[in-house]
């Protein structure tokens, strides 16, 4: 923070901080004020000053939103959580208690775990944390780690590639893969790979891909890929709630974790087969920022989901 440094930091006001960190978490002014029990003219002052403080428009408006600029993305991790360790200086009990906290903690996650880990956390919220609420997006691994620094989220669930440096990561379960085919399937258990990746090539037929971005791609289109083989993915849908009712109204197949096909909308005239791939360990893992692996209210609720996956 080169522009802070030639200052006096004694002339910094903490509540410009407070500011923005609600507006990064709002993008907009309104709602930041609100948030912070402010006026809205309160936290337009406070976004001058700290555009004069930072030399640096840090919000911009686009499509009745404020986007912050590269400065801001830059400055919301370290604000967010110099902030936190601040507010569990001064406030933290001796012994953390959830059945007294109230927050709000912010979740990324696909859909795959919507279905069988998210009802449990909930139930458990409500008998041991009544006070702290759940916010939960859909997850795009692009983004997380520049999510989760930015404090925009809290916690995420998505594979292992979204690692990196700064985050910390940890397995939720181990799972295994089954596709879903339709009753009149000539695909059975002991079909052979090449007959497996061959079934795009037959007329109106393939595969359907979950991907909430769109690319449609998985582990195994590269299982696949090392054995000189292409599947044709006909159909990507951005969740897998539709996916027994495409299956079993056409002649497409369905590749997904044993634990999420479990889950699904339970539909006539399909049948779980066992794909004629590698027995690849298909493991979500729950992710989150460095800085928060001591946060006392992270802590407990990462215990209580490692608890509750143990059972899934």
Same mark, same amino acid.
């Given at each position: 923070?080169?522009?802070?440094?030639?200052?006096? !930091?004694?002339?910094?006001?903490?509540?410009?901080?407070?500011?923005?960190?609600?507006?990064?978490?709002?993008?907009?002014?309104?709602?930041? /004020?609100?948030?912070?029990?402010?006026?809205?003219?309160?936290?337009?002052?406070?976004?001058?000053?700290?555009?004069?403080?930072?030399?640096?428009?840090?919000?911009?408006?686009? @499509?009745?939103?404020?986007?912050?600029?590269?400065?801001?993305?830059?400055?919301?991790?370290?604000?967010?959580?110099?902030?936190?360790?601040?507010?569990?200086?001064?406030?933290?009990?001796?012994?953390?208690?959830?059945?007294?906290?109230?927050?709000?903690?912010?979740?990324?996650?696909?859909?795959?775990?919507?279905?069988?880990?998210?009802?449990?956390?909930?139930?458990?919220?409500?008998? +041991?944390?009544?006070?702290?609420?759940?916010?939960?997006?859909?997850?795009?691994?692009?983004?997380?780690?520049?999510?989760?620094?930015?404090?925009?989220?809290?916690?995420?669930?998505?594979?292992?590639?979204?690692?990196?440096?700064?985050?910390?990561?940890?397995?939720?379960?181990?799972?295994?893969?089954?596709?879903?085919?339709?009753?009149?399937?000539?695909? =059975?258990?002991?079909?052979?790979?090449?007959?497996?990746?061959?079934?795009? +090539?037959?007329?109106?037929?393939?595969?359907?891909?979950?991907? *909430?971005?769109?690319?449609?791609?998985?582990?195994? @289109?590269?299982?696949?890929?090392?054995?000189?083989? =292409?599947?044709? $993915?006909?159909?990507?849908? #951005?969740?897998?709630?539709? $996916?027994?009712?495409?299956?079993?109204?056409?002649?497409? $197949?369905?590749?997904?974790?044993?634990?999420?096909?479990?889950?699904?909308?339970?539909?006539?005239? $399909?049948?779980?087969?066992?794909?004629?791939? #590698?027995?690849?360990?298909?493991? *979500? +893992?729950?992710?989150?920022?460095?800085?928060?692996?001591?946060? *006392?209210?992270?802590?407990? !609720?990462? /215990?209580?989901? =490692?608890?509750?996956?143990?059972?899934?």
């Amino acid at each position: 923070m080169q522009v802070i440094s030639e200052r006096n !930091l004694r002339s910094v006001d903490l509540n410009l901080l407070v500011a923005f960190d609600a507006l990064m978490a709002e993008r907009n002014v309104t709602r930041a /004020a609100a948030r912070n029990g402010l006026s809205q003219p309160a936290v337009s002052k406070a976004l001058n000053r700290l555009r004069y403080l930072f030399d640096d428009p840090l919000f911009v408006r686009r @499509d009745r939103a404020m986007e912050p600029t590269a400065r801001a993305l830059e400055l919301a991790g370290p604000i967010h959580g110099a902030l936190a360790t601040i507010s569990r200086t001064l406030v933290q009990p001796s012994a953390f208690d959830p059945a007294t906290v109230s927050a709000i903690v912010k979740i990324a996650a696909i859909d795959l775990y919507h279905m069988n880990l998210l009802p449990a956390l909930v139930g458990h919220l409500r008998r +041991h944390a009544p006070g702290v609420d759940l916010q939960v997006r859909a997850s795009d691994c692009s983004y997380l780690r520049d999510q989760l620094a930015a404090g925009e989220i809290d916690l995420a669930f998505a594979p292992l590639g979204t690692r990196t440096d700064e985050l910390s990561a940890e397995p939720l379960w181990n799972d295994r893969l089954v596709t879903l085919v339709g009753a009149n399937s000539p695909l =059975r258990d002991s079909m052979t790979i090449e007959a497996y990746a061959g079934a795009g +090539h037959l007329v109106d037929a393939g595969h359907v891909q979950v991907s *909430p971005d769109g690319v449609g791609t998985s582990v195994v @289109d590269a299982i696949l890929a090392a054995r000189g083989l =292409r599947r044709r $993915i006909v159909l990507v849908l #951005p969740n897998s709630a539709g $996916i027994p009712f495409v299956v079993a109204a056409t002649d497409l $197949i369905a590749t997904l974790p044993s634990r999420i096909v479990k889950g699904l909308a339970p539909v006539p005239n $399909i049948r779980v087969l066992a794909p004629p791939l #590698p027995d690849v360990q298909v493991s *979500p +893992h729950m992710f989150w920022h460095r800085r928060s692996d001591t946060d *006392p209210l992270q802590v407990w !609720l990462r /215990a209580a989901i =490692r608890d509750i996956a143990a059972g899934i």
